[in-house]
T-cell receptor
Framework: DAGITQSPRHKVTETGTPVTLRCHQT?????MYWYRQDPGHGLRLIHY???????DKGEVSDGYSVSRSKTEDFLLTLESATSSQTSVYFC??????????????FGPGTRLTVT | RKEVEQDPGPFNVPEGATVAFNCTYS??????FFWYRQDCRKEPKLLMS???SGNEDGRFTAQLNRASQYISLLIRDSKLSDSATYLC???????????FGTGTSLTVIP
């Protein structure tokens, strides 16, 4: 299994509070991603990073910010949590294979409930 | 239009059956193709990459048709442990982004 951990694994928070989720990798991969998964929508990209301090928005980035100050860590912050951000959040990393293509591996997920 | 579309199912099949999942993608510039498996309340896990010539891994066969922008996964001799959601995934070089289908649910029945 790829070395990806997420913390916390479960969190319940109140509307309006800030929340930070952490993703940590031990694979030294360049690319890191944050997704959310909701019934009927599948996996949707929130933000991704292509290097230290290099990040870009995904399709559902509103209400979220990210930071990557080290190769191994990618943080997702909900500045002011809303009930619509109740979801399962997955971090992923992407590494290049010998043939030049990339494969993606996922962390175990964080279940976030905003009350 | 969604980048990747797949039949959500559910597919309920008896043990030992053969089942096939299909997926279409919209971006003709897509470079890499995959099938992932996701168990309930778990993270998606890479099942297999899909190569242009088609590839097989035990009971699993994946095929790619670039002209029709179509990917398939065939599972032979289904086992109870194959019950899961199968995700079709496409990668584009631009930004190294991965696009996921919503998944096809499979239940193998004793």
């Amino acid at each position: 299994d790829a070395g990806i951990t997420q913390s916390p694994r479960h969190k319940v928070t109140e509307t309006g509070t800030p929340v930070t989720l952490r993703c940590h990798q031990t694979e030294n991969h360049r690319y890191m991603y944050w997704y959310r998964q909701d019934p009927g929508h599948g996996l949707r990209l929130i933000h991704y990073s292509y290097g230290v301090k290099d990040t870009d928005k995904g399709e559902v980035s509103d209400g979220y910010s990210v930071s990557r100050s080290k190769t191994e860590d990618f943080l997702l912050t909900l500045e002011s949590a809303t009930s619509s951000q109740t979801s399962v959040y997955f971090c992923a990393i992407s590494g290049q294979l010998a043939g030049g293509s990339y494969e993606q591996y996922f962390g175990p997920g964080t279940r976030l409930t905003v009350t | 239009r969604k980048e990747v579309e797949q039949d959500p199912g559910p597919f309920n099949v008896p043990e030992g059956a053969t089942v096939a999942f299909n997926c279409t993608y919209s971006n003709s510039a897509s470079q890499s193709f995959f099938w992932y498996r996701q168990d309930c309340r778990k993270e998606p896990k890479l099942l297999m990459s899909v190569y242009s010539s088609g590839n097989e891994d035990g009971r699993f066969t994946a095929q790619l048709n670039r002209a029709s922008q179509y990917i398939s996964l065939l599972i032979r001799d289904s086992k109870l442990s194959d019950s899961a959601t199968y995700l079709c995934v496409v990668n584009t070089i631009s930004g190294n982004q991965f696009y996921f289908g919503t998944g096809t649910s499979l239940t193998v029945i004793p």
